[in-house]
Each structure stands twice: as structure tokens, then as C-alpha cells.
């Protein structure tokens, strides 16, 4: 049967180089309990067959920056953020250890990272997993993500010399419309401090940990998940005309007070662009617009999200 031309999940096929990630490395006898004691995440029950999403917070639950995080050895946790988070959150990070037997660096320039997507999965990795599950080869991992438009997604990652894994090549515009597709926010520069981990749906999709000890910003966090007091969450959307990540979004009830924030967002591959956006949730069912810099105004649709939310569940 030929596959509906309006569908652009078959374009999600191959291999894509990833550059907008950096790698920080945790490394030391205390790495694990060095970064359960700071993030979002258990990192002291993580074994070598799972990594984390987790989240670095303010004292007042701001995300500071997002991770992907997995152990190499019992000695060393590799974490993956946005690039351009890297350094602040390194020197943050840093100001914790006090006597903590580890050490904290940049490891970007030793590590290849590729994105893996549809067929590749299977074909690279052996076969499609749940998210967050993990599987080495040697001296190289893959870290499955959450699928987008139903194709599986996975992260490689290997070391710098290594060759980047066999496969059809993936745009890395293509790639990047993936990781906004499924629904999974990478925090970046323009929108540190601006959001609790649920305002995300991090709670929903595996960056949060209820159960775990204290961590810079867990009573906002558990305040946010059993008092109510949660008014915004992650959607998806999309604009016909490129908008900035940051930008403000308004409902047409109020043009005067924003109701939400442009996360993430990528080109897509049938025109115009897709977007994580965080907004009100008395909002969602509104007429929404993004004011451009000219004085016109963008209209955003809402997409449907492609996992169901904790409360839902």
C-alpha cells in the first residue's frame, strides 16, 4: 500500500550528525550519588541497561538546564544538554562538589553523537526499545528516545575517532523537526529559569523522580505535582512562518498579558515550522497568535501530543 503523501513520518529513516548537544562528564567514585543529590532523577539506581531524563533546578524549581544521562562505568555518567547550556551549567554544577570524590568537565570533543531514526533503529541497535532504555556496543551506546509520528528515534553515541554508524543519511534539519515531534523538550540559553519540570510534562515522560531524596528545588517540584498549583503544561503546534524559541504567545481573550512561551522549534518538512510550547492550560482551547517583530501577528494551531500525561494515565 502506498503511504498517504500528506504523512511525513517516512522521511524519519537513517542517520543524522547531532551538534547542538554538548557531553558534560561526571566522573569518580561519587558520580552517581554526586548527580542523584543535584538533579531531577535517581541516578543511584541507574544501571547499565537505562539512562535518565533529568533537569537541574534553581532553589525556587526553575530549570536550569535538561539532561540526558547514562552510565558508562560505575565510575563515569556521561550527560547530554544543549550546547550552548554547557559551560553555565558545568560552573553551576561545579560550585556543589565541595568534597565529592568527583570530577566535572566538558567532554564534547571526545564523543561522536548521531541520531538514529526509523529503520536505523532496528538495523544499528538490533530492534526498537522503550524510551530511555540502553544498550552498549563496545565502546559506544544507544540511548532510545520517544518515538515521533510513530517512528523509533535512538541517540549514538561513540567516541570521537569512532565511525559514525552505518545507514541512509538523515538531514539534520529532519532530525531536530524529530525531537520536537515527540513532544520531549530540550531546555535551551533563551528559556532557562522560566519553567518547573511539569510545565514541560516532564513528570509524564521519565524526567522526574517522586520518590528520591532532596534536590536543589524538590519542594516546588512535589508542591506543583500533589497541591494543584500546576496552571501550564507542554503542547505541541505549529505556525506557518518561522517563530523564535522564547517568543511570547497570546490568547485572543487577552492581548495584553501572554499566556505561554515558545520552548523549541523546527522547520517542517511540509512548510512552516513545529513547535514545543509552553502554555495556560485555560488557554489551550483559544485562538493563539505569536507577535512578530514586523507587528504582525503569527497564528499557532495545536497539534496533538503523542503520549498521554501522568494525570491522564
Known amino acids: 500500500m502506498d503511504s498517504n503523501p500528506l504523512d511525513p513520518s517516512p522521511l524519519l529513516h537513517g542517520v543524522a550528525p547531532i551538534t ?9 567514585e561519587d558520580a552517581a550519588a554526586f548527580l542523584h543529590a543535584q538533579l531531577t532523577q535517581d541516578f543511584l539506581q541507574l ?70 531514526a526509523g529503520s536505523a533503529v532496528e538495523t544499528i541497535a538490533g530492534s526498537a526499545s522503550p524510551a530511555w532504555s540502553k544498550a552498549d556496543f563496545g565502546s559506544e551506546s544507544v540511548v ?19 565511525p559514525a554508524p552505518a545507514g541512509p543519511a538523515l538531514d539534520a534539519g529532519l532530525w531536530l523537526w524529530s525531537e520536537v515531534r ?29 520518590h528520591k531524596g532532596c ?11 500533589y497541591r494543584g498549583t500546576l496552571k501550564r503544561r ?19 481573550s487577552d492581548p495584553e498579558q501572554p499566556c505561554g512561551t515558545v520552548v523549541q522549534e523546527a522547520a517542517a518538512p511540509g512548510g512552516g515550522v513545529d513547535a ?25 494551531s495545536l497539534l496533538p501530543l503523542p503520549y498521554r500525561l501522568l494525570e491522564e494515565v
Open 234 to 252: 507542554a503542547y505541541l503546534a505549529h505556525a506557518d512562518v518561522p517563530i523564535a524559541v522564547a517568543a511570547e504567545i497570546f490568547a485572543a
Open 215 to 225: 534536590y536543589p528545588g524538590q519542594e516546588v517540584v512535589a508542591r506543583s505535582q
Open 47 to 116: 544501571d547499565a541497561q537505562h539512562a535518565r531524563l533529568a533537569a537541574f533546578l534553581s532553589a525556587k524549581g526553575r530549570m536550569q538546564a535538561s539532561f540526558i544521562g547514562f552510565k558508562r562505568s560505575p565510575t563515569e555518567v556521561l550527560l547530554l544538554c544543549s550546547r550552548d547550556l554547557l559551560a553555565p551549567t558545568l560552573k553551576r554544577l561545579s560550585m556543589f562538589v565541595l568534597r565529592a570524590k568527583v570530577r566535572l568537565s566538558d567532554a564534547t570533543a571526545e564523543f561522536a553523537l548521531h541520531g538514529l
Open 182 to 210: 515527540s513532544g520531549v523538550a530540550t531546555l535551551s540559553a533563551p528559556v532557562v529559569d522560566l519553567f518547573v519540570p511539569q510545565m514541560l510534562n516532564y513528570e509524564s515522560v521519565g524526567g522526574v523522580n517522586f
Open 144 to 162: 532510545h528516545l520517544y518515538p515521533a509520528l510513530g517512528q523509533p528515534r535512538a541517540l549514538w553515541v561513540g567516541p570521537a575517532d569512532a
Open 276 to 300: 514545543i510550547v509552553c502554555l495556560q492550560t485555560a488557554a489551550a482551547e483559544q485562538p493563539l497568535h505569536v507577535p512578530q517583530p514586523e507587528g504582525q501577528s503569527v497564528p499557532l
Open 20 to 28: 547542538h548537544l554538548g557531553v558534560l562528564r561526571a566522573q569518580g
